[in-house]
């Protein structure tokens, strides 16, 4: 405790440090206090019915990843996921279309580029996306809206407000990635998730000791020792650094050495790391979009792929998240082109011939430690509905697992990384020096 308040001195001692922390702090108030404002025209004490429907289901996912302004009806309420959703839909892009290929490649003005396409689909999508929420917010509370207006006369320029909103959350992010502590789009993510992390604790430790089934003081502790483990295994996950399995390490190596060092082919067991999670989650979200947020009237199926603590969502949920793993591998990881790479610098793996039969052999031993890592991704993603079974409220249990932990654990990471830098080119003893978070972390988006 005393080196870490010592370490917190170091940081204030630092001019630069301290404003890019007060920077930061400064923005992430700005943006919670958005979430608290309330679309003009819409009465906040008549949102019961709304709040009550974000309580559970997917719904009450959108509503964490937006830091609660969802149920409240603000103007931040569609937060920074269309944005994040755009950005994946560019990633694809760039993986599978040659001209966005060729624009990666150009550099800073590639990125520059695709930084706008980007923004522009984003602009698209608020534009589906926020009509769909104000419908669903007609449906839920249409009787919020003040009277003397219209609804077809409010969700025109209630749809300007929302989309303004989510693109002023962008501009915070950015904000915060210039002149802050950087990572600020995935920083605003893990200050709307960890705003609810409060509320859920007391209310999952309240249910444990009034409930008659509640399990007391022991099954709180168990929980808590069960979302200890799980934090644990997310931060292996998210540093993605785990080496090939030693049977096959062993083969994989080069006949030439670098300092009296033999190199290892660098294939990773979480090589995909958190994006298959991500794409995934917002696969399953389509179903909200198909029935504009409705329930009622839909079929069992589409019912059931709302609920995400259904047998059906999770079998449909891990199937995506084992396949993306697979995908994701297999276009970040081109056997043929490291074949190509170890053939052109005079390397060979022992018993194996170079160029097609090396490429196949990587391929095969790729697709082997894939198989694993893509199964431990998938138990991540479903322990929040295994939190469920242990009878676990529905808020907290969304910490168990799933996209909301590893974004908060490799925001943290990250974050503390950029303290870490700070402090230990100005000779500081930085936040890190167990080494256990170092060199790994990956960013939430």
Same mark, same amino acid.
């Given at each position: 405790?005393?080196?870490?308040?010592?370490?917190?001195?170091?940081?204030?001692?630092?001019?630069?440090?301290?404003?890019?922390? &007060?920077?930061?702090? &400064?923005?992430?108030?700005?943006?919670?206090?958005?979430?608290?404002?309330?679309?003009?025209?819409?009465?906040?004490?008549? &949102?019961?019915?709304?709040?009550?429907?974000?309580?559970?289901?997917?719904?009450?996912?959108?509503?964490?990843?937006?830091?609660?302004?969802?149920?409240?009806?603000?103007?931040?309420?569609?937060?920074?996921?269309?944005?994040?959703?755009?950005?994946?839909?560019?990633?694809?892009?760039?993986?599978?279309?040659?001209?966005?290929?060729?624009?990666?490649?150009?550099?800073?003005?590639?990125?520059?580029?695709?930084?706008?396409?980007?923004?522009?689909?984003?602009?698209?999508?608020?534009?589906?996306?926020?009509?769909?929420?104000?419908?669903?917010?007609?449906?839920?509370?249409?009787?919020?809206?003040?009277?003397?207006?219209?609804?077809?006369?409010?969700?025109?320029?209630?749809?300007?407000?929302?989309?303004?909103?989510?693109?002023?959350?962008?501009?915070?992010?950015?904000?915060?990635?210039?002149?802050?502590?950087?990572?600020?789009?995935?920083?605003?993510?893990?200050?709307?998730?960890?705003?609810?992390?409060?509320?859920?604790?007391?209310?999952?430790?309240?249910?444990?000791?009034?409930?008659?089934?509640?399990?007391?003081?022991?099954?709180?502790?168990?929980?808590?020792?069960?979302?200890?483990?799980?934090?644990?295994?997310?931060?292996?996950?998210?540093?993605?650094?785990?080496?090939?399995?030693?049977?096959?390490?062993?083969?994989?190596?080069?006949?030439?050495?670098?300092?009296?060092?033999?190199?290892?082919?660098?294939?990773?067991?979480?090589?995909?790391?958190?994006?298959?999670?991500?794409?995934?989650?917002?696969?399953?979200?389509?179903?909200?979009?198909?029935?504009?947020?409705?329930?009622?009237?839909?079929?069992?199926?589409?019912?059931?792929?709302?609920?995400?603590?259904?047998?059906?969502?999770?079998?449909?949920?891990?199937?995506?998240?084992?396949?993306?793993?697979?995908?994701?591998?297999?276009?970040?990881?081109?056997?043929?082109?490291?074949?190509?790479?170890?053939?052109?610098?005079?390397?060979?793996?022992?018993?194996?011939?170079?160029?097609?039969?090396?490429?196949?052999?990587?391929?095969?031993?790729?697709?082997?430690?894939?198989?694993?890592?893509?199964?431990?991704?998938?138990?991540?993603?479903?322990?929040?509905?295994?939190?469920?079974?242990?009878?676990?409220?529905?808020?907290?249990?969304?910490?168990?697992?799933?996209?909301?932990?590893?974004?908060?654990?490799?925001?943290?990471?990250?974050?503390?990384?950029?303290?870490?830098?700070?402090?230990?080119?100005?000779?500081?003893?930085?936040?890190?020096?167990?080494?256990?978070?170092?060199?790994?972390?990956?960013?939430?988006?």
């Amino acid at each position: 405790m005393r080196k870490f308040i010592e370490t917190l001195k170091n940081c204030w001692k630092i001019e630069d440090l301290r404003q890019r922390l &007060l920077i930061t702090l &400064l923005f992430t108030a700005i943006y919670r206090f958005g979430s608290f404002v309330v679309l003009p025209g819409i009465n906040p004490s008549m &949102l019961e019915k709304l709040q009550s429907q974000t309580s559970g289901g997917l719904m009450s996912l959108l509503d964490m990843f937006s830091g609660g302004a969802f149920s409240n009806a603000s103007i931040f309420a569609l937060g920074i996921m269309p944005y994040i959703s755009a950005s994946i839909v560019m990633q694809l892009l760039a993986m599978a279309v040659p001209y966005f290929q060729k624009m990666q490649r150009e550099g800073e003005s590639g990125r520059k580029k695709i930084n706008w396409y980007t923004r522009i689909l984003t602009v698209f999508i608020l534009l589906f996306q926020a009509p769909s929420y104000l419908l669903n917010l007609k449906m839920q509370a249409g009787q919020a809206l003040a009277s003397g207006i219209s609804w077809s006369v409010f969700i025109v320029p209630a749809t300007i407000i929302l989309a303004a909103g989510s693109m002023f959350i962008l501009w915070l992010g950015e904000r915060i990635t210039d002149k802050g502590i950087g990572n600020g789009i995935s920083l605003i993510i893990m200050i709307g998730i960890i705003a609810r992390l409060p509320q859920a604790f007391v209310q999952e430790m309240g249910s444990r000791f009034t409930a008659i089934s509640g399990g007391g003081l022991v099954m709180f502790i168990v929980e808590i020792l069960i979302l200890y483990a799980v934090v644990c295994a997310s931060i292996l996950l998210v540093q993605g650094t785990r080496k090939v399995p030693v049977q096959y390490a062993k083969r994989l190596v080069g006949n030439k050495q670098y300092g009296g060092a033999r190199q290892y082919i660098p294939l990773k067991l979480f090589a995909a790391n958190v994006m298959p999670i991500i794409f995934a989650q917002a696969l399953m979200f389509i179903p909200l979009a198909v029935v504009r947020y409705q329930s009622e009237n839909a079929s069992w199926v589409v019912q059931s792929l709302m609920d995400n603590r259904s047998l059906l969502y999770n079998i449909v949920y891990v199937t995506l998240v084992i396949a993306f793993t697979y995908f994701y591998t297999a276009i970040t990881l081109n056997p043929t082109q490291m074949a190509e790479d170890m053939k052109r610098n005079n390397g060979f793996i022992p018993g194996v011939k170079p160029g097609k039969d090396t490429a196949e052999y990587i391929d095969t031993v790729m697709s082997r430690i894939t198989f694993p890592g893509s199964l431990f991704i998938a138990f991540i993603a479903i322990m929040p509905a295994l939190a469920g079974l242990l009878n676990v409220q529905q808020a907290f249990s969304q910490f168990f697992g799933g996209t909301s932990l590893l974004i908060l654990v490799g925001v943290v990471i990250d974050t503390l990384q950029q303290i870490e830098s700070h402090l230990l080119m100005r000779h500081y003893d930085g936040l890190l020096n167990s080494g256990h978070t170092r060199g790994g972390a990956v960013s939430a988006y």
